[in-house]
């Protein structure tokens, strides 16, 4: 069983970064890894993926070219680096986890299993 933590939320000013974690219990080798968030009164919606060796990764439309998803499987952590904020990324951002054995990963929040606590992240000036 995997056990996710995030960290690296807070509050920043529009057109700010931000660096959130995904701090693995166990080997990530075996996982897809996705980024999800939720704003208030909204469903939550899949915001990035990544396969388990790193070589693919997938984006919603309302962050390609701002966010970036990464890996380490050494340090079985998963990175979403955030750029260029706005307002409207404002949510808690959770990370999940989805045995996996495929070369590509999924966006559908129903299809990961193992999801972590989720971390506040605040975009305001």
């Known amino acids: 069983q995997l056990q996710l933590v995030e960290s690296g939320g807070g509050l920043v000013q529009p057109g700010g970064s931000l660096r959130l974690s995904c701090a693995a219990s166990?080997?990530?080798?075996?996982?897809?890894i996705g980024w999800f968030r939720q704003a208030p009164g909204k469903e939550r919606e899949a915001v990035s993926c990544?396969?388990?060796?790193?070589?693919?990764?997938n984006y919603a439309d309302s962050v390609k070219g701002r966010f970036t998803i990464s890996r380490d499987n050494a340090k079985n952590t998963v990175y979403l680096q955030m750029n260029s904020l706005k307002p409207e990324d404002t949510a808690v951002y959770y990370c999940a986890g989805r045995r996996s054995f495929r070369t590509w990963c999924v966006m559908d929040v129903n299809s990961y299993e193992y999801w972590g606590q989720g971390t506040q992240v605040t975009v305001s000036s």
């Open positions: 166990g080997s990530t080798l075996n996982y897809a």
């Open positions: 990544i396969d388990r060796g790193g070589g693919y990764t």
